[in-house]
């Protein structure tokens, strides 16, 4: 009978116990996760530490396997992924609140001018700049320094070229050591000043974004806020709960 409870005991413990789904994606990551839907295209989760907090959202393009609780392996063929999401088509929001955060996700910069994508969705530098407010502080703020020295740099080189300018009076007077005087402050203040602000702050824009690629784009730091909205949904006029 001791021999039959010691081979029962052994035989139970052997067993593998999954506490939780576990996904697995193509950089070896392992999320602990409480799956709550799975697509052909995404993926939807809770984190195991937080099973009534928000619901993330990765791509299958970017997983490997899921392993369930039960046991069960899932595996999922790797394509190639395409520019604007795995299908190529390209979505628009009018909020930030509205874009799911992806863990692992990073910001592209587009070709174009001032646009941005995350994931399939085009993002335009405003709502860019909200994005990064609601998901990286120290990306928004290091945007911010950049934008504030660019409006200094471009206050300063007009100031300079003003000087530049208004010196070529004293050149009609012969005046040239008053004209140097003015020339010289005036170049100091549009290429010194003007210039090197605009530089340094394209540079810190720059830096925003390598700071949430880098830091903030694996972990949701800064929880969005709960928002209860009322829009147009699939099945007609309703509530919509954003987290």
Known sequence: MKKFLLLLLLAVTSMPIWAQDIIVTNESERIDANITEVSDTEVKYKKKENPNGPTFVISTAKISSIIYKNGDVQTFKQTAPEKGGTNGTIKTVREAEDI?????????????????????????????????????????????????????????GGAGLGLMLGSLRYVGRDDLTAWGCCFGVGTALAVGGGVGFIVGGANKQSKALSIFNNQCASSLNYKQALTLRVGVTQNGLGLTLNF
């Open 100 to 156: 799911v955060f992806i863990p692992g996700q990073k910001i592209e910069r587009s070709d174009k001018r001032n646009k941005y994508y995350y994931g399939d969705i085009e993002l335009d530098e405003s709502l860019y700049k909200d994005f990064l407010k609601l998901t990286c502080s120290d990306a928004y703020k290091s945007y911010n320094t950049g934008e504030a020295f660019i409006w200094t740099g471009c206050f300063l």
